[in-house]
């Protein structure tokens, strides 16, 4: 599991030392295809990075319909919004395949925050970054949405 933090995810800057006492907070989840991983609306309290297979992340528009927004990979991670916030989980993320995941819920993360605070600065530098790459890819969607849709007519 040390490689995949060092070579596949966006944590890939640990030191071998860092990603192994990271390693020590987490635990490993195995799920098979179509297994619901988080569910769209449930309190979050983990945060999931991908060892292997693909996680497809989707939104419900409403109870017939969901919006897929992205496929997830190998190193990719998910559910730091609702760990970091406490809100309710805002996307489902479901197995397309078997996926095996390393899983850092919220206990040990305060325990890693408390007893590792550079380390924790670093995991929580990399969260950062990705909440807001990922904002700013939503804003030029929605961005690309309104301008079709005022080209449309459609508002």
């Known amino acids: 599991m040390v490689d995949i933090i060092l070579k596949e995810s966006r ?12 390693l020590s907070f987490t635990r ?6 179509g ?6 609306g449930s309190v979050g309290d983990i945060f999931c990075i991908i060892a292997d297979g693909e996680v497809g992340i989707s939104k419900e528009v409403n109870q017939q319909v969901a919006f897929f927004i992205t496929t997830l990979h190998k190193g990719e991670f998910f559910g730091e919004m609702s760990l970091v916030s406490s809100y309710p989980r805002s996307a489902n993320a479901v197995a397309n395949g078997d996926v095996k995941l390393i899983v850092l819920d919220r206990f040990s ?30 804003e030029e969607r929605i961005s690309k949405i ?10």
């Open 11 to 22: 944590l890939n800057d640990f030191s071998r030392k860092d990603a192994e006492d990271f």
């Open 28 to 33: 490993i989840e195995n799920y098979s295809q």
């Open 35 to 40: 297994d619901v991983i988080l569910q769209e």
């Open 109 to 138: 993360m305060e325990k890693l925050k408390s007893e590792h605070p550079i380390l924790f600065g670093k995991f929580s530098w990399h969260i950062a970054k990705t909440l807001s790459e990922r904002l700013f890819r939503l």
């Open 146 to 155: 309104l301008d079709a849709s005022l080209s449309e007519n459609i508002l």
